[in-house]
Each structure stands twice: as C-alpha cells, then as structure tokens.
C-alpha cells in the first residue's frame, strides 16, 4: 500500500525586505500556495506575527497580500512570522525579515577638539559624518581662528 505524501503550504523565500520609516501602510505580494499533492487544497488561513510592537497593522490575506506599518519614528530591524494553513491541515511557518530604513534623522559630525595648527602644517583636522542617506551628498565644514575664517570641503 503507497500512502500520499502531503506537502505543506508553500513560500518562496523572501530576503532584505526593506521598508522606509514613516512610510505610512505597505502592502506586499507574497507568493503563497497550499501544499499541492491534491489539486482542491487551498490556503485557508493566513496569520502574521512580528517581535516587535512596532509593527502596526500587520496582517496578510489567503492570496499573499502581507500588510504592515511601521510605528511613527521607528526604525531598525524586526521579524515577520507568517504561518500558513491548507484545506489539508498541513501547517507552514515562514520567517521573513524585515529592515526599516531611517530616513528622518539629520546627519550628524563628531565634535572637533580644539586644535593648534602649526603654521604651514598640512591637512584640514578630521572628523567622522554619520547618517548621510545620499551617499554623494557633499558637506562643508566651517572652522574659525583668530586670524581669519577658513572653508575646508570634502
């Protein structure tokens, strides 16, 4: 006697989902199916969960359509957890992560000690830029003296 072998609801895998902070409800096509060695069987629910509270609204339809909002100002890293069942029972968990991309913070410079340059000394004084979304954004950076002001750009 050969028994069937029933296949689980199915994913396909889904890697760097990235999102941009406040960007208010997403919604995103998820390629789900019901596990296939019986061509009647459907998705017949779909649940969502993530490990952070900052994932509103997050929910996803027997077609794939997974909805979610980031909460106001938040960003970082989260995980979805999308379980699938069939009209076969057969039961499948998917984890999906997740990137909310910081868009609303101004970039920030490091603090510059106060420096003595030495006269005829070559090279402005360094300091670090952090949080430039554009990464060919230029900067300026203004340094006074007591002799005269001094425009130094990278």
């Known amino acids: 006697m050969t028994c069937a072998q029933f296949k689980q609801p199915t994913?396909?895998?889904m890697y760097g989902l990235?999102?941009?902070?406040?960007?208010?409800?997403?919604?995103?096509q998820c390629h789900v199916r019901a596990g296939y060695s019986r061509p009647s069987a459907s998705i017949v629910q779909a649940m969502a969960r993530t490990d952070t509270l900052h994932i509103w609204?997050?929910?996803i339809s027997l077609n794939g359509s997974l909805t979610?909002?980031?909460?106001?100002?938040?960003?970082?890293?989260?995980?979805?957890?999308?379980?699938?069942?069939?009209?076969?029972?057969?039961?499948?968990?998917?984890?999906?992560p997740l990137t909310v991309i910081n868009v609303n913070a101004p970039p920030s410079i490091s603090v510059l000690p106060s420096i003595q340059l030495i006269p005829m000394s070559v090279g402005p004084p360094m300091s670090s830029v952090g949080d430039i979304d554009d990464k060919w954004l230029r900067y300026s950076l203004t340094a006074a003296s007591s002799i005269s002001e001094t425009w130094f750009t990278s």
Do not use: E, K, T
């Open 11 to 13: 994913m396909p895998p």
């Open 18 to 28: 990235r999102i941009l902070q406040d960007s208010g409800i997403n919604s995103i």
């Open 57 to 59: 609204n997050l929910s």
């Open 68 to 96: 979610l909002q980031p909460a106001s100002g938040f960003f970082g890293n989260a995980v979805i957890n999308i379980s699938l069942i069939d009209s076969q029972g057969s039961i499948s968990s998917f984890l999906v």
